[in-house]
Structure formats: C-alpha cells, structure tokens
C-alpha cells in the first residue's frame, strides 16, 4: 500500500474484522482523508507518522476496548492517541468511544489543531 503514493482519501468502511493495516501507509504523503485506522499487534502509532503527512485534512478514529475497569486500557487509549499526533493542516478530527480521561497534549497546544473546523469526541 506504501506504493500507492499519489492516493488522497482511503475509505475503510465496514470492515469490523480487519485487524490490521499495511505498514506502508505511513508514506503515502498525498493522503488528504483516512476513515479508519487500526492499531493492534505491535504496530506502534507513530508509525503512521501522521505528523509528517502535510495534506492529511479529516481524520476518524475508534477504539476498541476489552475492559472499561481496567486502567491499562484507558493508558493504552491514550498512548495510542498521544503517538498519533497529526499535522496541523487537519480540518476535521472524529474520534469514537474515547474511554480517556484528559485531553491530549497536541490537541491542547494549540498549534497541531490551529486549522480544526470539527472536532468530535465521543464515548
């Protein structure tokens, strides 16, 4: 997928059993949209490097959780969240059944979310 360079919008929709996706995504520099975006199995956030992604203009991301009661899934949530951290060009930011319980510190810096039109977080 690393290859397909010049591609702006992945709609990923309905695909409540993939579990993963391909490593290569985290180079496709053109990429303006990304419906989803799964993290799981060791492939760590910061490979996305969405922070390096300038054209990256709506971004949607939701969470999947064993057990609201434990501390480590709200920790890990977070960790998720806080290496994710986006380019400031992002006009639009969904983010599903957020268990955390703060906000991150690129959604409060002011700069990383300076263009943001929509924010929607939800639990």
Known sequence: MGKLVNLRHLE????DK????PQGIGRM???RSLSKFIVEGGYE?????????????????????????????????????EGMEPQGNLNELNILSYIGSKFLRWMM????????????VTE
């Open 29 to 31: 520099r053109s990429l």
């Open 45 to 81: 956030a910061k490979e996305a490097e969405l922070k390096n992604d300038e054209y990256l203009r709506d971004l949607k991301l939701s969470f999947e959780w064993n057990d609201l009661s434990e501390t480590s899934e709200v920790e890990r949530i977070e960790g998720v969240l």
């Open 18 to 21: 993939l579990e993963f996706l």
């Open 109 to 120: 810096s002011g700069t990383v979310l300076s263009n943001l039109r929509i924010l929607s």
């Open 12 to 15: 990923i929709d309905n695909t």
